[in-house]
């Protein structure tokens, strides 16, 4: 009888490190008797104002603020990792996490491999130079020049069409700034809401925006295809759109009221 019982104790011994493993391994986990999910939300937190990290480890910015609205509307609590930019296509592709919100521009190319959600805020890409520089205005005078942008972004497809420009790549909007202000580059082509905000708060002496917007770009927040969360994710979008909730994270980051998004774009 004693034997009988030792092999139960360690088949169930053996089952409960199985059905262990199974959950840590889930990127999505519940807390125990209360239905609520952890959801690992990818950002980059070098993309200010939309992710700040400061001295503390403390995450603050637009998205976070937004993401934070989400969870709250939806029940879930967000689990915010760190990953450079150009890598979290594919963490969502291996779905190795189940969003991530920094920024990203919705195109077709993106929505081949993974999906959004509908546009959370209208950007666009500006010309940013050292304020001595009086030879770049606008586009057109951009051609041959040496010109830095962040890997994996609009902008650095944009570049690509410059004649003759020296491109100059980097993993953050600090690096090429701080290139830029050392005079190994003329230009760079950065997010117009980024930059006019750090040079509003002055954390980017010397350095003006130059030209017109050069394009309209439109945010979305980025999952796995085929995502369970997808739906919650606009949802609560919607809500936060029509309770004002959305309206005033806009004000607070960017001292005006947002203008109208539509509600998909392909």
């Known amino acids: ?3 009988v019982k030792l092999k139960w104790c360690q ?3 053996s089952l409960s490190c199985v059905l262990l493993t199974i959950a840590c391994n889930n990127s999505h986990t519940t807390i125990p008797n209360s239905g609520t999910k952890y959801l690992k939300v990818a950002t980059d937190p070098t993309f200010i104002p939309f992710e700040i990290q400061r001295a503390n480890g403390k ?3 637009f998205d976070i603020d937004l993401m934070n609205a989400i969870a709250d509307s939806s029940g879930f609590t967000v689990q915010f990792q760190s990953l450079p930019f150009d890598g979290m296509i594919s963490a969502l592709q291996a779905k190795k996490i189940d969003a991530a919100i920094s920024g990203m521009t919705i195109t077709p190319k993106r ?4 999906s959004f959600s509908r546009p959370y805020l209208k950007a666009g890409l500006a010309i940013a130079v050292r304020e001595d520089n009086s030879d770049i205005q606008d586009l057109n005078s951009l051609q041959g020049k040496r010109i ?9 497809d944009f570049a690509k069409t410059i004649p003759n420009a020296k491109i100059s790549t980097f ?3 600090p690096e090429f700034f701080q290139d830029l202000l050392n005079g190994n580059v003329d230009a760079v082509f950065c997010d117009a809401f980024a ?10 002496p010397k350095i003006k925006v130059v030209g017109n917007i050069l394009t309209e770009e439109y945010y979305g927040i980025a999952t796995p295809q085929d995502s369970p969360y997808l739906n919650l994710i606009n949802k609560s979008l919607s809500t936060l759109f029509a309770n004002g909730t959305y309206t005033k994270i806009y004000r607070k980051w960017f001292n005006t009221l947002p ?3 539509p509600e998909q774009l392909y």
């Open 171 to 173: 993993n953050s909007g």
């Open 259 to 261: 203008p109208q998004l």
């Open 11 to 13: 088949i169930i011994v």
């Open 59 to 61: 995450l603050e910015g």
């Open 148 to 156: 830095a942008v962040q890997i994996g972004t609009p902008g650095a």
């Open 111 to 114: 929505l081949k491999t993974i």
């Open 195 to 204: 930059t006019l905000y750090a040079l509003k708060i002055n954390s980017l």
């Open 1 to 3: 009888m004693k034997l």
